[in-house]
């Protein structure tokens, strides 16, 4: 039982007789040379002193004969305290393990780096705990010193099996682990099942443990993470207790990263951790990445200080003054400077993608700063002071528009084949954009011409002289034009079609009476058409007609002038109209255009719509 790596003659849990509690740095390396052996250089060397006990939450020790470990395995929590960002969780936990209402199965599920594993073996530490006296009881606050912790820790307790779903996805594998649920536990409380990644498990995997899922044994727990919950199976699903971790928001983010650089005494600027916190979206595994990153990647001539500008260049992100400049330029219309600002930009390696990114993030912050919400991240007092002045400079439709189309121009050059070139024509429309009249004033404005609309030249009065007008003649009896159409109707009827289309467009009739028409045409029109007429004529009446070609000046207009003349009279009452005339009054290039030509489907306009 004295397989503890600081104290290998006595029992850890004996009091009086244990040494200072190792280190997290040391746990982790003891589990590690469990599996993989110790280091090359440390095999001859004497195991070093153990270090004070450390505070509840301090960095943890780092032995010189360890090689570097990255941010993410260091600084990964050791109880529930440490584990950030997680409260409900945490206090349903505590009520559960106060009650004694433990269930068997727990399920954590989230997004990358918010704690699903360590929350399991935070779990497995809580349930097995046994106190520095060995004769504590299921906790959320795991001692961390005595033996079932420890080797926890250093992941060797032989009741604590953890499992990868990704690499042991078949059916053998469940089967292992249903015939030793059978046998109680050695050590432990309770024999513990984590298994990670638990989606990847195959169809059959998931049937045969679902028994045993539903009835294990007392002292069986399973602990189950994943990133997709949606994957598993609703068997599954309603078997388990299920903790959803949430992302860790951005200032806490910060302030733990803030704390992290404090124990690994690096100076860090507070702009500089709010860019990493904001690149995490929500991990907290990748924000130590990108920490860790950072630290690395700041220049030694400057003490190694994590500084904004490094981060920005790291991470390719646009400088927050450039952008507020770029975004000044596209209010004041000025394409030339906006055109320059992005090559100055992209020179700088900065992706079109980060540019049109960052402008649709200031169109958000101005939007709050309009609305007196809480802006996200650090904001300097030069910040401040721009994004007031243009939450009072724009309105919020303005802001709404703007916002639509730097999405739409986000989206254009994720699939550009040239995302420059997309980059620079999707905020060169914001210019044109911002041309456009807004539809809520162009709304009142329609409404106060409608109201008052403008003053119409009168039409002329229609003349009494027959003469004058253009549908007869002084003495002429002129039959009406309906009786016109009907007789080519019928001609067009009896499929003489060519012959119909002729009597529309040429002839301006002068008298139609019973086998008799007189007619005039156009002087450009010449062809011999009274041949074709005559037979068309006896097809569609049965008797021959007399047909006659004047040259008479003041003939009436052929049916399809007739039918022109009715259309622009049309357009000319549309075009009178106060909306129309308000509309154009505001657009003075837009045109009518008919519905025929548009292709749009004609709208079924109903009463009750």
Request: hydrophobic share 40%.
């Amino acid at each position: 039982m004295g397989d503890s790596p600081d104290n290998s003659d006595a029992p850890p849990w004996q009091g009086e007789e244990q040494d200072s509690a190792p280190s997290a740095a040391e746990l982790e390396a003891a589990g590690q040379n469990s599996m993989f052996g110790d280091p090359a250089a440390a095999e001859d060397t004497a195991a070093p002193a153990p270090s004070a006990p450390p505070p509840p939450v301090s960095a943890p020790s780092e032995s010189s004969s360890q090689p570097y470990r990255v941010l993410a395995r260091k600084y990964r929590p050791q109880t529930f305290s440490q584990l950030i960002g997680q409260e409900p969780m945490v206090r349903t936990l505590a009520n559960a393990i106060e009650r004694d209402r433990l269930a068997h199965a727990f399920l954590m599920t989230g997004v990358r780096g918010v704690g699903k594993t360590s929350t399991a073996r935070l779990i497995a530490k809580s349930l097995n705990c046994i106190g520095p006296d060995g004769q504590g009881g299921p906790t959320i606050d795991p001692c961390g010193q005595c033996e079932p912790c420890t080797a926890i820790a250093e992941g060797r307790h032989i009741d604590v099996i953890e499992m990868d779903a990704a690499s042991h996805t078949g059916v053998d594998d469940v089967r292992e682990i249903i015939e030793a649920v059978r046998y109680a536990a050695v050590s432990a409380r309770f024999k513990i099942y984590i298994i990670d990644e638990v989606h990847m498990l195959s169809r059959n995997a998931f049937n045969a443990l679902l028994k045993t899922l539903e009835e294990p044994p007392a002292h069986v727990k399973f602990l189950f993470a994943t990133t997709e919950v949606d994957k598993l199976p609703v068997t599954v699903l309603s078997r388990t207790q299920r903790f959803d971790l949430r992302r860790i928001p951005a200032d806490l983010l910060q302030k733990h990263f803030g704390w992290v650089c404090e124990q690994e005494q690096v100076e860090a600027e507070d702009e500089a951790l709010a860019m990493i916190a904001a690149a995490a979206e929500g991990s907290v595994r990748d924000g130590l990445s990108i920490l860790d990153q950072a630290i690395a990647h700041a220049d030694l001539d400057a003490d190694g200080k994590v500084t904004a500008t490094r981060v920005r260049d790291m991470l390719g992100l646009a400088d927050k003054g450039a952008q507020r400049r770029m975004f000044g330029t596209i209010l004041e219309g000025d394409a030339k400077a906006l055109l320059a600002a992005i090559e100055d930009q992209y020179s700088l390696g900065v992706e079109p993608l980060a540019l049109v990114r960052s402008q649709m993030e200031l169109a958000h912050r101005i939007t709050l700063a309009q609305l007196g919400g809480s802006l996200p991240g650090a904001v300097s007092e030069e910040e401040q002071a721009a994004l007031t002045a243009w939450g009072e400079q724009l309105s919020q439709g303005q802001l709404h528009r703007l916002w639509q189309l730097l999405l739409k121009a986000y989206e254009e050059v994720k699939t550009a084949p040239d995302p420059l070139v997309s980059a620079q024509m999707g905020l060169l429309r914001l210019l044109h954009a911002s041309e456009l009249p807004d539809p809520g004033k162009l709304v009142k404005t329609l409404e106060i011409l409608t109201a008052n609309p403008p003053v119409q030249s009168p039409a002329p009065p229609p003349s009494d002289d027959p003469a004058a007008t253009p549908t007869g003649e002084a003495g002429a009896e002129v039959p009406a034009p309906s009786d016109f159409a009907s007789l080519v109707d019928r001609v067009e009827q009896a499929g003489h079609g060519f012959a119909a289309s002729i009597m529309r467009l040429q002839l301006r009739v002068i008298e139609c009476e019973e086998r008799r028409l007189v007619f005039s045409r156009a002087s450009s029109y010449t062809e011999e058409i009274a041949p074709q007429l005559r037979e068309a004529l006896l097809a569609a009446t049965g008797q021959r007609w007399q047909l006659e070609e004047r040259d008479w000046v003041d003939a009436p207009p052929s049916l399809m002038e007739q039918a022109e003349a009715r259309e622009e009279e049309k357009k000319a009452r549309i075009d009178g109209h106060p909306l129309v005339a308000a509309t154009k009054t505001a657009f003075p290039d837009a045109e009518i255009i008919p519905e025929e030509e548009t292709g749009a489907p004609r709208p079924q306009w109903s009463k009750s719509a």
